[in-house]
């Protein structure tokens, strides 16, 4: 009946200091080996180097074109810009590097994976044209910042090819738009404005209109639109783990497996002491 008693009434905290200081060896012991495994753990993670820089990129503004010509408007479409967010996802693609950034990082027979693991593009909140893109690898400082300049150039020279439409569409309709102009002019040098105001006003607001869009596309054409560091990539620094964070979780890891053995073996002698009782009862 005390048996019983005692087996079913509640743990106190008298009990539980019992049961660490019964069991305080097994308790140190675990702990102690959850450290010394930790302190293992970091000797032998492998050296790594991080280098990270910011581009923005490339910039498409379609230009408004006006113009006065009501028969055959001239149609400007444009190419828009590859986004940061269709850039980040073409990136998870094996097709998207090239063999030369493939070759700088080290990475020529690697799986996307572990390209995706040392090559790394995110969004920079609040700039919506600029990504962060960061480079982790086990190689020299000097071969990382390397690896994160060549991708940089890769992505540069990959959206320079997406733009290489635009430009020349832009540069088509510069050279209409100059044509145009030089017809515009030479009619009104031929025709006198009294007798044929009226095509002589229609062929001056054409070409008035004509200049203003040259120069609205000589500006398109001169202005550099295309891929650009927002920030070098950094002097590769040593990537360090949390030794303080390991060691804790480590002694944390060691502690539990202890309080699973003391539990065990606390059990294995409360049985041992019934079945003596019950011996010396059935004696």
């Given at each position: 009946?005390?048996?019983q008693?005692q087996?079913?009434?509640?743990?106190?905290?008298?009990d539980i200091?019992e049961?660490?200081?019964q069991?305080?060896?097994?308790?140190?012991?675990?702990g102690l080996?959850?450290?010394i495994l930790?302190?293992?753990?970091?000797?032998?993670?492998?050296?790594k180097y991080e280098?990270?820089?910011?581009l923005?990129?490339a910039?498409?503004?379609?230009?408004?074109l006006q113009?006065a010509?009501a028969?055959?408007?001239l149609?400007l479409s444009?190419?828009?810009?590859e986004?940061?967010?269709?850039?980040?996802?073409?990136?998870?693609?094996l097709?998207?590097?090239?063999p030369?950034?493939?070759?700088?990082c080290g990475?020529?027979?690697?799986?996307i994976s572990?390209?995706?693991?040392t090559?790394r593009?995110?969004?920079?909140?609040g700039?919506p044209?600029?990504?962060?893109f960061?480079?982790?690898?086990?190689?020299t400082?000097e071969?990382?910042r390397?690896?994160?300049?060549?991708?940089f150039?890769?992505?540069?020279d990959?959206?320079a090819?997406?733009l290489?439409p635009?430009?020349?569409?832009?540069?088509?309709?510069?050279t209409?738009?100059?044509?145009?102009?030089?017809?515009?002019?030479?009619?009104m040098r031929?025709?006198?404005?009294?007798d044929?105001t009226?095509?002589y006003?229609?062929?001056y607001?054409?070409?008035?209109?004509?200049?203003?869009?040259?120069?609205?596309?000589?500006?398109?054409?001169a202005t550099?639109s295309?891929?650009r560091?927002?920030?070098?990539p950094s002097i590769?620094t040593?990537?360090?783990?949390s030794k303080t964070?390991?060691?804790f979780?480590?002694?944390?890891?060691?502690l539990f497996v202890?309080?699973?053995a003391?539990?065990v073996r606390s059990w294995v002698k409360?049985?041992r002491?019934?079945?003596?009782?019950?011996a010396?009862?059935?004696a």
């Amino acid at each position: 009946m005390i048996d019983q008693q005692q087996g079913t009434r509640e743990v106190t905290l008298a009990d539980i200091v019992e049961f660490i200081i019964q069991n305080w060896i097994v308790l140190f012991v675990a702990g102690l080996s959850g450290a010394i495994l930790s302190l293992v753990y970091l000797t032998t993670l492998p050296v790594k180097y991080e280098s990270t820089g910011v581009l923005e990129v490339a910039q498409v503004r379609p230009s408004v074109l006006q113009t006065a010509d009501a028969v055959q408007p001239l149609r400007l479409s444009g190419l828009a810009s590859e986004t940061p967010d269709l850039l980040i996802y073409r990136l998870r693609l094996l097709q998207a590097y090239s063999p030369k950034v493939l070759k700088d990082c080290g990475l020529e027979h690697a799986s996307i994976s572990s390209i995706q693991s040392t090559l790394r593009a995110s969004p920079v909140k609040g700039a919506p044209s600029a990504v962060s893109f960061t480079v982790m690898s086990n190689r020299t400082p000097e071969l990382t910042r390397q690896c994160a300049m060549s991708f940089f150039e890769m992505i540069r020279d990959q959206q320079a090819t997406m733009l290489m439409p635009y430009r020349t569409e832009l540069q088509n309709a510069l050279t209409l738009l100059r044509e145009r102009l030089v017809e515009n002019q030479n009619f009104m040098r031929q025709v006198d404005n009294r007798d044929n105001t009226a095509a002589y006003l229609l062929r001056y607001s054409e070409a008035i209109s004509a200049a203003r869009n040259i120069l609205l596309l000589e500006t398109a054409l001169a202005t550099d639109s295309s891929t650009r560091l927002l920030v070098e990539p950094s002097i590769a620094t040593l990537v360090t783990s949390s030794k303080t964070r390991v060691l804790f979780l480590g002694i944390c890891a060691g502690l539990f497996v202890g309080l699973i053995a003391a539990f065990v073996r606390s059990w294995v002698k409360a049985s041992r002491k019934s079945r003596a009782y019950g011996a010396v009862g059935a004696a």
